[in-house]
C-alpha cells in the first residue's frame, strides 16, 4: 500500500510569487492534516480536513496561505504571495477516521515538501 | 494539549539500551501518550503510544509511572539506523476517538555512534 506522498518534494520560488503544494493521502483515509516547520521552530499544525471538510484550520498563519481538499481525496495547499518567513518544510498526514484506527493519535506522514523564498 | 519537556539530545554506542524521558506535568484524564520518531528529510513516523503502565511492541517499550506525569521511551540495543529525533506528543480523545491535531516539542536527537 502506497504512503503519504507529496509534491514537489522541493521547490524554490520568489518574494511574491505563488506556489501550490499537493499531498495525496493513503486511499481511504478521511482524514488529512498539514503541518509545517520553520527554520529552527517545531513542527506547527495547520489544519486538518475530514473528507473534503475543513474541520480545524487555527493553525493557518494567514489568508494569503489556502488549502483545499476537493472530492475528499488529494489536497492542496497555496501560499499566494510567498513570503520570506513562509520557508520551511510542509508535512502532509493522514488516518483513516473514526473506524480503523489502530491507535490513538496516529497519523501517517508525507516526506514533506521543502519550500525555499528567496 | 499538554506541552511536553525532553532533553534536547542524546548520545549513545551501537548495542545500548536508551531510556528518553519525557515529562507532561498536565496532563489531562483523556490524555494518550504517544512517540513519534524522525530520520532526516522524512516526516515523523509512529512509534509507540499508550494511556498508563508498560506498552511494548516490535520497536521499543514505553514505560508510564501512576501518575501519568512523565513518560519514558526505552530502545533496546540501537543501531547506526536508530539515529533519528524522537517526539514525545500528549493527546486527548476528542471527536469521539477520532485523532486531532498533534503538536509536537523541541523533541530529542538521538545519535547512536559506532
Known amino acids: 500500500e502506497a504512503g503519504v506522498t507529496q509534491f514537489p518534494s522541493h521547490s524554490v520560488i520568489e518574494k511574491g510569487q505563488t506556489v501550490t503544494l499537493r499531498c495525496d493521502p493513503i486511499?481511504?483515509?478521511?482524514?488529512l492534516y498539514w503541518y509545517r516547520r520553520v527554520m529552527g521552530k517545531e513542527i506547527k499544525f495547520l489544519l486538518h480536513?475530514?473528507?473534503?471538510?475543513?474541520?480545524?484550520e487555527s493553525g493557518m498563519p494567514n489568508n494569503r496561505f489556502l488549502a483545499e481538499r476537493t472530492g475528499g481525496t488529494y489536497s492542496t495547499l497555496k501560499v499566494q504571495p510567498a513570503e520570506l518567513e513562509d520557508s520551511g518544510v510542509y508535512f502532509c498526514a493522514s488516518n483513516p477516521g473514526l473506524a480503523g484506527i489502530s491507535s490513538y493519535n496516529e497519523q501517517f506522514f508525507g516526506p514533506g515538501t521543502r519550500l525555499t523564498v528567496l | 494539549l499538554a506541552k511536553t519537556t525532553q532533553p534536547i539530545s542524546m548520545d549513545s554506542y551501537e548495542g545500548q539500551e536508551v531510556n528518553i524521558t519525557c515529562s507532561h506535568n498536565n496532563i489531562a484524564t483523556n490524555d494518550y501518550i504517544t512517540w513519534y520518531q524522525q530520520f532526516p528529510s522524512q516526516g515523523p513516523r509512529f512509534i509507540i503510544q499508550?494511556?498508563?503502565t508498560k506498552v511494548t511492541n516490535e520497536v521499543a517499550s514505553l514505560f508510564i509511572p501512576a501518575d501519568r506525569k512523565s513518560s519514558t521511551l526505552s530502545l533496546p540495543r540501537v543501531s547506526l539506523s536508530d539515529t533519528a529525533v524522537y517526539y514525545c506528543?500528549?493527546?486527548?480523545?476528542?471527536?469521539?476517538?477520532?485523532?486531532?491535531?498533534?503538536?509536537f516539542g523541541t523533541g530529542t536527537l538521538l545519535a547512536v555512534q559506532p
Open positions: 499508550g494511556y498508563k
Open positions: 486511499s481511504g483515509h478521511d482524514n
Open positions: 480536513f475530514v473528507k473534503e471538510s475543513k474541520q480545524d
Open positions: 506528543l500528549v493527546g486527548d480523545m476528542n471527536y469521539g476517538g477520532a485523532t486531532n491535531k498533534l503538536i
